[in-house]
């Protein structure tokens, strides 16, 4: 499996499946883009922004649904192994996405795995055990979440650093040095993460000590 970042904004994702397991992840997509989820009941579960549909398609109907959303992601999120067999397919005759949250043995063609991710401003750390193990990426997640602190502040920061060192002139070989040194830096990192330090200034000490140092 390659892991790819899928950007979803515009598109819609249809869900199969009102359970924790579609409501968890309607709730990850609504975050995102269009989702909508289609089952009998909803209980009082948590969906997020998602439009919800209240039936129960027979696998036959599938295809209809999946044709009237026009979607880019299907979820096979139902407890019902014929209707999550029927999206499965519907999903591959359109050559749509489709995530099977009741299997992770052998994947069909098109299948996508949801991963455990954290996020930290524009940086997503995703895990994936290619579903051999569902609770081993939701520890690691959460071990990664800790050190992920600061990260999203240290991305813009080194944004903004790289557009300003070629805006100076600076040679890519020496840019490199530099933003390379800050993201490693531990000061940088300390001063990302309390809120009166100044990480700009200490990006500009490492930059000033990795030059002297080339
Ligand atoms: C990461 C995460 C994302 C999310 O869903 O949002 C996710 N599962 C999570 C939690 C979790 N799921 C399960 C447990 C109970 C412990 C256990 O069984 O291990 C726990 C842990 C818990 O609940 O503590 C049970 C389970 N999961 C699947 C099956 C079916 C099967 O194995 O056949 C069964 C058995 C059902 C049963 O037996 O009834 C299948 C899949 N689950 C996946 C993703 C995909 C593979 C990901 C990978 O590559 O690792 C895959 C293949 C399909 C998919 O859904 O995309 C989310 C953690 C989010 C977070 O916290 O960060
Ligand atoms: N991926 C995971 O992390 C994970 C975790 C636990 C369980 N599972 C598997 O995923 C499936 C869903 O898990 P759950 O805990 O949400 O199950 P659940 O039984 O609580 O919920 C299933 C939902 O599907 C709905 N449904 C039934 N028939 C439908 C139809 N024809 N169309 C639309 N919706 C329909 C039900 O009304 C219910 O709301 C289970 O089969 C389970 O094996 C996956």
Redesign the pocket.
């Known amino acids: 499996m390659v892991p790819l970042v899928h950007d979803l904004s515009g598109e819609t994702v249809l869900v199969f499946g009102g359970g924790p397991?579609g409501a968890?992840?309607a709730r990850?997509f609504a975050r995102e883009t269009r989702t909508v989820v289609v089952s009998p009941e909803f209980a009082d579960r948590e969906f997020g922004e998602s439009e919800l549909v209240r039936a129960a398609p027979e696998p036959d109907d599938v295809a209809d649904w999946v044709e009237r959303f026009d979607p880019v992601l299907v979820v096979a999120a139902t407890n019902d192994s014929d209707v999550n067999d029927a999206v499965v397919a519907a999903a591959q005759a359109r050559g749509v996405l489709v995530?099977?949250?009741?299997?992770?043995?052998d994947r069909d063609a098109g299948s996508?795995?949801?991963?455990?991710?954290v996020d930290d401003g524009t940086v997503s750390v995703a895990?994936?055990?290619?579903?051999?193990?569902?609770?081993?990426?939701?520890y690691l997640?959460?071990r990664i979440e800790a050190e992920l602190d600061g990260a999203g502040a240290m991305a813009d920061l080194t944004a903004d650093l790289r557009t300003e060192l070629k805006e100076s002139g600076r040679p890519p070989a020496e840019r490199r040095a530099a933003i390379r040194a800050v993201v490693r830096d531990p000061a940088v990192w300390k001063a990302l993460r309390s809120a009166d330090a100044n990480p700009r200034r200490e990006a500009a000490r490492v930059i000033t000590e990795q030059r002297g140092n080339s």
């Not at 996508?112 to 991710?117: G, K, L, S």
């Not at 994936?128 to 939701?138: D, F, I, R």
Request: proline fraction near 6%; aromatic fraction near 0%.
């Open positions: 397991v968890r992840k990850r995530n099977r949250a009741d299997e992770s043995g996508v795995v949801v991963p455990a991710t895990v994936t055990t290619g579903g051999a193990s569902p609770a081993l990426s939701k997640r959460e």
